[in-house]
């Protein structure tokens, strides 16, 4: 780090960690992406699920929130065992969410609207109605058919035990036998057979897969579970955590929650070489096109390693997901992740909320104040400690407009620009998710992140289904969230977001420069964080006390309403400001 002093009406001393970026640069280095789950996002045909003309119809909305990008998730052929991450069709789309003419509409418009779209890709597995997994099934052991998975004799006498102790990161065996004594690896669910990525045909077939794609005009790629491909050399015994609900359950010293991946089932060093052949196959296309890798890999330096040059071109951050909220904690993991990243010349991405994770605005509301992980299926239902809903939004919002003051490049997941809580209160006989299902309902899974957006607050459904159908049942609180009682509302999210989209394009945040503020007059650095990203500070107070803004302040943006006393202007609890430097 070199200790640099700012110069301006603040005069804060600060550290500088990141430099600006270099102008101009491709899109990804510092894109805004809005994920796009089309079960949930707006339906089109009534059915009370989400589908591709929907989003079509909706696109508007997100052209004028201001975001740059779209990732849509999982859209293919899928019997929905695992919400369409189990793809039975890599090149079609399925009927529940539309055509393939559906898809070029909906790219074409979002083109039109100046918005990139990145699709989905899923890797690691297929359904077990992917004709490759029925081939397999069909063929019996030893064919070429099962080579393309991961069949295994089993363990013991006749073959009766499973031939290694891995369990999937859904809960229960990580395997399944077959009538005829075989067994196969799903990582995830039963539905879900891990390929055999060693195997030359399956590399050639998602070359091609990614080819169909870019065919199209997809701007690029997100990489489910990309740390996983791979597997250690003979499948191994592995005693340690594996499951996504086990991350470690003592935080790290670092303030992340460490939820994170470990095992002979993942970061093998092989997988590089995976992405590496990748790589090539997008830069065969004009245009800046992206591979984003969903990788829950610690210490970062080990994720920035998905993220070289000739690999991948972001990762998910998810160090940053799952820190406390508390200044010190995310000041470290900002840090780091910046130092990691900076390190391989790749943009560092920032992400609160996902459709595997309870939403941020739910999770900063539990009493706990976090404290405990918050990896994939660990759910909130009825029974348990249930969120403060305003606290929850007010510090959402706080944390929101601290990611998008900080340079790279930021993910947000639909509704959370509306401040939607995660639904809590769901019936347990409604959840689909089957995390729930196969951890012997240990862990109440994804849904409650799931629900169906609230468009309107006066309509049935709130307007996410021409029919008022919803595939997941809305809280009837959600009418306050709906987008029509908050355009144009102002200091609404949803307004609060907007602005904080169009300032952070203004601005130039994305390829900006990032100093800690060290010493600035009348802040508790304990409590408060502070960085200076051009000539922006951002500030975000943590702590229980006010704070007051030294004199000559120019606030840009606020995530709440400020306060103010004898002409100081005050920054409440939970609140984060961006404040203009320069004289
Ligand atoms: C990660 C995806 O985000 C999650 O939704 C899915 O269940 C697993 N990968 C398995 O594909």
Not at 28 to 46: C, E, K, L, T
Not at 327 to 344: F, K, M, N, P, Y
């Amino acid at each position: 780090m070199t200790p640099e002093t700012t110069t301006g009406a603040l005069a804060p001393t600060t550290t500088l960690v990141h430099a600006l970026g270099a102008p101009g640069g491709e899109w990804w280095r510092h894109a805004v992406i809005y994920q796009v789950y089309p079960r949930s996002f707006a339906d089109g045909s009534g059915d009370g699920i989400g589908d591709l003309p929907g989003i079509t119809a909706r696109l508007d909305h997100l052209a004028r929130l201001g975001v740059d990008a779209i990732w849509l998730s999982p859209f293919y052929r899928s019997p929905q065992a695992d919400a369409g991450y189990d793809v039975a069709d890599y090149r079609d789309v399925d009927p529940l969410f539309g055509t393939l003419a559906d898809f070029d509409a909906l790219l074409e418009r979002a083109h039109g609207l100046g918005l990139r779209m990145i699709v989905d890709l899923v890797p690691n597995h297929t359904s077990d109605e992917h004709v490759w997994f029925q081939a397999a099934l069909a063929a019996g052991p030893g064919s070429l058919e099962r080579a393309r998975y991961l069949f295994r004799p089993g363990k013991g006498a006749d073959g009766a035990e499973p031939p290694n102790n891995w369990n999937s990161i859904f809960g229960g065996p990580a395997w399944t036998r077959l009538p005829d004594g075989e067994w196969y690896l799903h990582l995830f669910d039963t539905r879900q057979p891990d390929l055999d990525w060693e195997n030359p045909e399956v590399r050639a077939e998602f070359e091609d897969v990614l080819r169909f794609w870019l065919d199209k005009g997809v701007d690029g790629f997100r990489i489910d579970v990309a740390h996983g491909l791979v597997k250690a050399a003979g499948l191994p015994d592995w005693d340690g955590e594996s499951s996504m609900t086990e991350g470690a359950e003592t935080a790290p010293e670092d303030g992340s929650m460490g939820v994170v991946h470990r095992g002979p089932m993942f970061d093998q060093e092989g997988v590089h070489e995976i992405y590496r052949a990748w790589n090539r196959v997008l830069a065969a296309y004009d245009g800046d096109r992206a591979l984003v890798a969903e990788a829950w890999v610690e210490p970062l330096e080990r994720l920035a390693r998905y993220v070289r040059p000739g690999e991948m071109h972001q990762a998910f951050n998810f160090s940053f997901l799952t820190t406390r909220w508390d200044a010190g904690a995310l000041r470290r993991i900002v840090t780091a992740s910046l130092e990691a990243s900076d390190a391989v010349g790749a943009p560092t991405t920032w992400v609160l909320s996902n459709h595997d994770i309870v939403r941020h605005t739910s999770r900063l509301g539990l009493a706990e104040a976090n404290a405990r992980p918050s990896g994939i299926g660990r759910g909130i239902g009825r029974d348990d400690e249930q969120p403060d809903e305003a606290l929850g939004l007010r510090r959402a919002r706080a944390a929101s407009l601290v990611m998008l003051g900080l340079p790279g490049s930021a993910y947000l997941y639909q509704g959370e620009e509306l401040g939607l809580p995660e639904h809590t209160t769901l019936d347990d006989d409604l959840r689909q998710d089957p995390t729930w299902w196969r951890s012997g309902h240990n862990e109440r899974g994804r849904d409650g992140c799931r629900v169906p957006l609230p468009w309107a607050k006066d309509e049935a459904g709130f307007g996410f289904s021409p029919t008022g159908a919803t595939w997941l049942p809305q809280p009837a609180s959600w009418a306050a969230y709906a987008l029509d009682a908050q355009q144009g509302v102002g200091g609404s999210t949803y307004e609060t977001y907007r602005n904080a989209l169009r300032l952070r394009g203004e601005l130039e945040l994305g390829t900006g420069s990032l100093a800690w503020v060290d010493a600035m007059a009348k802040v508790d650095a304990e409590s408060v964080l502070a960085f200076v990203n051009r000539d922006v500070l951002v500030l975000a107070n943590l702590g229980s006390d006010p704070v007051a803004l030294p004199d000559g302040a120019t606030v840009l943006h606020a995530s709440a309403a400020l306060e103010a006393s004898d002409g100081v202007t005050l920054v409440p609890s939970d609140t984060t400001v961006w404040v203009r430097l320069a004289a």
